[in-house]
């Protein structure tokens, strides 16, 4: 299975929204409603902070928010701040036990 | 909070045996999914795959038939054997926990395995 399709980069000032696209296809985005996202610092480890599609955990600031309209999941960040500036993992369930990541997004805040 | 840290040997060679484990505490491991995913050194996240509390197994196909995962309740761990491999295998191995099929919520700080004669 091919990894989800996510643009390897996104910028941004601050104070700005940005939007980043997952891409799958009918066996696992647009098949289930559990997608995630992941922000990662360079060097430390993945955190998650959406879930299920839409949802956040806790303490995760509502500037993030999580959609999905067909094969394809988003995550937007909206008032951008220097400290949002991470790579950006999606991930999907896709079917028969299996999960399948995307490639990841670098977000710049310019 | 439940708190997971891998163990393991940081180089293995080529042909031979990658062996991590994963310590849990803070939680009991029952009713619970717990998972393997790597980061090769500089790109993305890698599904490896996960493993029940009561011992099933699921794993990614791009793995399949190299890899074996395990648990030990009794223990609080659980454990990851990639055979046969190669420089392509060379990452940063990370344990969570799985709500599977949902998300990756606790992870651990990763482990460094690198393939190098």
């Known amino acids: 299975q091919s990894a989800l399709t996510q643009p390897r980069s996104v910028s941004g000032s601050p104070g700005q929204s940005v939007t980043i696209s997952c891409t799958g296809s009918?066996?696992?985005?647009?098949?289930?409603?559990?997608v995630s996202w992941y922000q990662q610092y360079p060097g430390e480890v993945p955190k998650l902070i959406i879930y299920d599609v839409t949802k956040r955990p806790s303490g995760v600031p509502n500037r993030f928010s999580g959609s999905k309209s067909d094969n394809t999941a988003s995550l937007a960040i909206s008032g951008l701040q220097a400290e949002d500036e991470a790579d950006y993992y999606c991930c999907s369930y896709a079917g028969h036990y299996t999960v399948i990541f995307g490639g990841g997004t670098k977000l710049t805040v310019l | 909070q439940v708190q997971l840290q891998e163990s393991g040997p940081g180089l293995v060679k080529p042909s031979e045996t990658l062996s991590l484990t994963c310590t849990v505490s803070g939680d009991s491991m029952n009713n619970s999914y717990w998972t393997w995913i790597r980061q090769p050194p500089g790109r993305g996240l890698e599904w490896i795959g996960y493993?029940?509390?009561?011992?099933?197994?699921y794993y990614d196909p791009s793995v399949r038939g190299r890899v074996t995962m395990s648990v030990d309740t009794s223990q609080s761990q659980f454990s990851l054997r990639l055979t046969s491999v190669t420089a392509a295998d060379t990452a940063i191995y990370y344990c969570?926990?799985?709500?599977?099929?949902?998300?990756?919520?606790?992870w651990g700080r990763g482990a460094l395995v690198t393939v190098s004669s």
């Open positions: 969570a926990k799985f709500y599977g099929p949902r998300y990756f919520d606790v």
């Open positions: 009918n066996s696992d985005i647009g098949n289930y409603n559990y």
């Open positions: 493993i029940y509390y009561t011992g099933t197994t």
